[in-house]
């Protein structure tokens, strides 16, 4: 191999070793971080919302969705919710936590959206439950053990919509977007007293529903 060949595979070989640095970097870096980068406007501004889009997109979503059980507007509100949130970077404190802000963006999309439908947020019940396809999960389960999965699935699901919504709302905040109740209480504008309170008559409504159930 000729000096000028070799150079070239040292050059590619440093680049490549870059870029994977520069990965680990920003999937390292805390979530105001990233907001922070991205609201620079720079070569790597893009890179800090695709990280922050990954570790939220899939929460988020699972919050809209089993707040409203539908697929079609859940999909629609998901897309504003990031559209939002992309116009609006610039405001972003980064004392506060991303998780804050971006739920409190959706709670409002939530709010509008049931506005629209004529009923209030703190009032308002859906009973559809939405169909999923399977995934498949790369090993064989008996068909007996496919049918108890769905069987709690969907029992989880009808208890879960069925919660007041402002019980359903704590309960999916907590254990879906992994806030603390004092984020929850910060979202709602609620005291951290209340928002335990709803916690707790949620948690103990499920617990007697899923025996009705099961």
Known sequence: MNQSVF?????????????????????????????VIYAQNNIHSQRAFNVLYERHKGPLYRFVLKSINNETQTDE????????????????????TFTTWAYTIARRLLIDYYRKQGKRFEHAYDDAIPEHNDESTGHYQLPEQVLQQKRHAQ??????????????????????GDLTLQQIAEITHQPKERIKSRYRYAVKRLKNTLQVLL
Do not use: C
Not at 77 to 96: E, G, M, S, T
Not at 162 to 175: A, C, N, T
């Open 7 to 35: 150079a070239f595979h040292v050059s590619l070989y440093n680049g490549l070793m870059l870029r994977r640095v520069n990965r680990a970097t920003f999937t390292q870096k805390t979530d105001a971080q990233l907001m």
């Open 77 to 96: 509100l998901f897309q504003d919710l990031w559209f939002r949130i992309i116009q609006h970077k610039d405001n972003f404190n980064a004392k506060q």
């Open 155 to 176: 029992a989880l699901h009808k208890a879960v919509t069925e919660l007041p919504p402002d019980q359903r709302e704590v309960f999916l905040m907590f254990h879906e």
